[in-house]
């Protein structure tokens, strides 16, 4: 056997160790403890070849099921993939584009919540169809020429925009925005009419941010009825049992971020209200913090606490006393994280509408109340060109994909179809929009720039300062030819800038779904694991490697199944001594990388970036308290707009973990990259 014939015709030197590679995945799948079986059946495999110069992908495939008769389970996971590669290939074809591929992880996610269905459940559209539908929609008071710009930008993958969009444009429910931010005043009208809005926008997919700072304190007194207040954590029950029920519209689960001041009479309820695994399941929840606590922190003195219903004084802490509770909160559970209001209201670029107390669940976009969210990130992995035997960043490319996805996300607001007047009248009076990236660890990886180095952190703010300029400049283009945002003029941007179509322009999301349709890691995230074993459907296991790892390990000469699976029981390369130390380098796993170089590449983000980051500080299951409260120090010292923690195994639920009695790296079906627990947002 000497050649393989391609479905396209062409010839390629026949290479078996990518039929070895197939059959110890099928036996993988069914038969883990037999995977050694696989080399023999791989023999009959070749014996059965013998006499052959030419044979088809297809004719090959057909002698490797007949060898495979003797393990029917292993036949069938065999096939089973086989048939998977084929619905890749269909779909690939629909797109008419031929130079991207959509991994089989990426096909079932667009199958399960993406594509049209008729009213009997069936998908009635393939994703070439949904990137077609997408781009008609959002080109509808465009151009011409856009539909088709649109088009191409999304099917080869260069950019995607939030799920909503994905899910909704172009149908009856047209509701394209991922997040919301929604007013909480300290009334039981106000207080329901909140849960009704937020049941009905999480319906259309979208997520919800609150701040519950206006709510009289526990035990205060209700004049109406004579009571006493049960307080705002009794009543953020109440959101969460109101979203379990809606699932988000049954495409993902509800997601909703809590904000309380740390000033706030409750701040120790709400800072332990995550401590049990079962409460609050559908918020994320962050805590208000300001300068002047920072600096009470710091100088160990009292932080007055204060009744939002009269502005009175309930009563003098230790303001050191709150910070340690929080710290210690966060290393046991990962929750509150801290959102810096001060930070965040210096950078608002509309300073005279008032201050922002309030985030999307992610955090990444502080919003007033009513505002709605549009969100997009442009994929860095497409960014690169081949030069020779190495890659190259094109700036050239990323200019001209920032333009383009910048008018895209502008069109959205427009075309959107609002749940609520009072959010489309906000929305529109700022016209914010968040474009981003996604692929950045995967894109260092490629470039050979180890995630923990001072070069990673020099090209994250060259991105970050690149996308801000060109981001601007392309909103102001589009502002001169459509006419700024209405709060222009009140705005920090009229004595920068002619004209101004969007008050934010930037941002960085934590892209779990639209990062695994684009088979990247996740947003600016470093990856979580080089290799891992995800459950799939049926109760199947999925050997899953990270794309850029593999391919250096078949081009270095070291990959083999064995290998792959014994980094999948840890997820970490950096005692295989098999794998070349510059690869090991290359391929640090989030909990093998200093908090530290975390929060300085969050920062380096965050210096360009006209909303915020969403990004998690991994930390290893020994971290300490000190460690956490280094890193919340950190975070503030070096300007960013909030930090979200996470301490490996401090949730029960997480959707990445060690399993018995295999003691493989286990996770979820649809386990994102950088997100690793369950309570992730899928943007």
Same mark, same amino acid.
């Given at each position: ?6 479905? &396209? ?16 995945? *099928? ?12 080399? !023999? ?16 992908? &297809? ?13 029917? %389970? ?90 909503? /969009? ?53 035990? %205060? ?33 509800? *997601? ?39 600096? *009470? ?7 007055? #606490? ?28 990962? &929750? ?5 209001? &001060? ?40 960014? !690169? ?15 001209? /994909? ?24 906000? /929305? ?6 968040? #474009? ?43 502002? #001169? ?29 934590? /892209? ?90 969050? *920062? ?80």
């Amino acid at each position: 056997m000497k050649f393989v014939k391609r479905r &396209d015709g062409s010839l390629v030197k026949f290479d078996g160790k990518r039929i070895l590679y197939a059959i110890e995945r *099928a036996f993988f799948e069914v038969r883990p403890d037999e995977i050694n079986r696989a080399r !023999l059946v791989y023999k009959k495999v070749l014996e059965a070849m013998k006499g052959f110069d030419v044979l088809s992908v &297809d004719e090959i495939q057909d002698i490797i099921e007949k060898c495979l008769m003797e393990f029917p %389970d292993v036949q069938l996971a065999y096939r089973d993939y086989r048939t998977k590669k084929d619905e890749v290939r269909r779909f690939m074809k629909s797109l008419g584009i031929s130079d991207v591929k959509l991994t089989m992880n990426a096909i079932t996610v667009l199958k399960e919540r993406y594509l049209a269905r008729d009213a009997n459940g069936k998908i009635i559209e393939t994703p070439g169809e949904l990137f077609k539908r997408v781009a008609k929609t959002i080109a509808k008071n465009d151009k011409a020429e856009y539909e088709e710009k649109f088009y191409n930008m999304m099917a080869r993958l260069e950019f995607l925009p939030n799920s909503p /969009t994905l899910f909704n444009a172009g149908r009856e429910l047209g509701q394209l925005s991922a997040c919301f931010v929604l007013p909480v005043h300290d009334s039981l009208e106000s207080i329901f009419e909140a849960v009704k809005r937020t049941a009905i926008i999480e319906q259309s997919g979208g997520g919800v941010g609150f701040d519950f700072s206006e709510l009289r304190p526990k035990g %205060d007194i209700v004049k109406s009825t004579k009571g006493v207040a049960s307080g705002p954590v009794s009543f953020m029950r109440v959101f969460d049992v109101a979203t379990d029920v809606i699932k988000a519209g049954g495409r993902r689960r509800g *997601a909703m971020m809590g904000v309380l001041a740390v000033n706030h009479p409750d701040i120790f309820d709400f800072i332990e209200a995550k401590r049990e695994s079962s409460y609050l399941t559908n918020f994320n929840i962050s805590v208000g913090i300001t300068d002047k606590f920072m600096d *009470a922190v710091a100088e160990g003195g009292a932080f007055e #606490l204060v009744n939002p219903r009269d502005g009175s004084i309930v009563r003098k802490v230790s303001a050191r006393d709150i910070w340690k509770r929080i710290v210690k909160s966060a290393w046991e559970t990962g &929750d509150p994280g801290l959102l810096f209001i &001060d930070t965040i209201n210096k950078r608002n670029p509309t300073p005279k509408l008032g201050m922002i107390r309030a985030t999307n669940p992610c955090g990444e976009v502080p919003l007033y109340p009513y505002e709605s969210c549009n969100l997009g990130s442009i994929n860095l992995v497409r960014m !690169l060109r081949r030069e020779g035997e190495r890659h190259v960043f094109d700036w050239d490319k990323f200019r001209e /994909t920032i333009a383009l996805a910048v008018r895209f996300l502008d069109n959205l607001i427009d075309v959107n179809n609002y749940p609520y007047p009072e959010i489309e009248k906000t /929305t529109k009076a700022n016209r914010k929009i968040g #474009l981003g990236v996604m692929g950045f660890a995967d894109m260092l990886a490629l470039l050979k720039i180890p995630y923990d180095s001072a070069a990673a952190l020099r090209l994250g703010e060259k991105i970050a300062k690149f996308l801000y300029d060109i981001s601007h400049s392309a909103s102001e283009q589009l502002g #001169l030819e459509r006419g700024s945002f209405p709060n222009f003029k009140e705005s920090i941007w009229s004595e920068r800038y002619s004209a101004m179509r969007n008050a934010t322009t930037t941002v960085i999301a934590p /892209t779990g779904s639209i990062s695994i349709i684009a088979g990247v890691s996740s947003g600016i995230e470093p990856i979580f694991a080089v290799a891992f074993v995800r459950n799939i459907l049926g109760g199947k296991r999925l050997l899953e490697i990270n794309p850029v790892f593999e391919r250096y390990a078949k081009e270095y000469g070291f990959y083999s199944t064995k290998l792959m699976l014994r980094i999948a029981r840890t997820g970490s390369i950096q005692d295989i001594s098999e794998v070349p130390k510059d690869i090991r380098r290359i391929f640090k796993t989030a909990h093998e990388i200093p908090y530290a170089q975390h929060i300085k590449v969050q *920062a380096s983000f965050q210096k360009y970036v006209d909303n915020s980051v969403s990004k998690t500080i991994n930390l290893p299951a020994g971290a300490s308290q000190k460690d956490v409260e280094r890193a919340f120090k950190l975070a503030y010292k070096l300007g960013c707009k909030g930090i979200t923690i996470y301490r490996y195994g401090s949730k029960p639920e997480q959707v990445l973990s060690f399993v018995a009695p295999k003691k493989y790296l286990l996770a979820h079906a649809e386990y994102a990259g950088g997100c690793p627990t369950g309570k992730c947002p899928m943007p």
